[in-house]
């Protein structure tokens, strides 16, 4: 494993700045570029977000951000993966080894410091190639298509979705021997 994952905490807020805006150009195709949101993404964690971000083993530096959001537990389970990578790793397979971590915690039960998340999606604008692959990299299943779904760039923008649940997960298998 080249990287880890951890909570984002203060401190943090310079180093995320950096990575967002040397990552603007890739980042602001698909999502809103925003290099001093970290505080009020701290502020925010709770029971309906969990953000890690995915850290390069041998530097240190920020590979990457990945929110679960819109978290709902009772019998739902379920959070959605939203993602951004950052130079200079992109495109490097960190992101891909970074989110098999976040999918080990959020399927892992509450009692070992999971999330106990049963289901996960991800939804993708139908042009977003380097996503899409991203999530079938992983695992996840298409599920169809979400019209008008999420508001970006300034447009009510479609979505393709992509889910997995606990079951399909092949890293719970090996998470819980690593305990
Ligand atoms: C989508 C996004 C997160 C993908 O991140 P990434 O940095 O490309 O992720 P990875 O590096 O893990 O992707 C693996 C790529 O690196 C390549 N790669 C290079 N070395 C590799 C290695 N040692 N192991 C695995 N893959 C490697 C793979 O071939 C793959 O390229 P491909 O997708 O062209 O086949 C990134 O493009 C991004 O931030 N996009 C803008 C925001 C966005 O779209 N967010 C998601 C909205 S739904």
Redesign the pocket.
Known sequence: MRVTIRAPRAGDEVAYAEAVRR?AD??G???PVEPDALPDLVERQGPALRTFLIVDRETGGLV?KVNVANIAMGRFCNGAL????FLP?????????GLRLVLDRCFAPQSEGGLGLHRLE????PD?D??I??AKRLGFRHEGFTPRMLFLQGAWRDHERFALTAEEWPGAAAAEERG
């Open positions: 990552s890739h980042i195709r698909w999502n990457g939203g993602y951004d990578s790793f992109a495109g490097t397979g960190r992101m891909t080894e991800i939804n993708v604008q977003n380097r996503s692959a991203l």
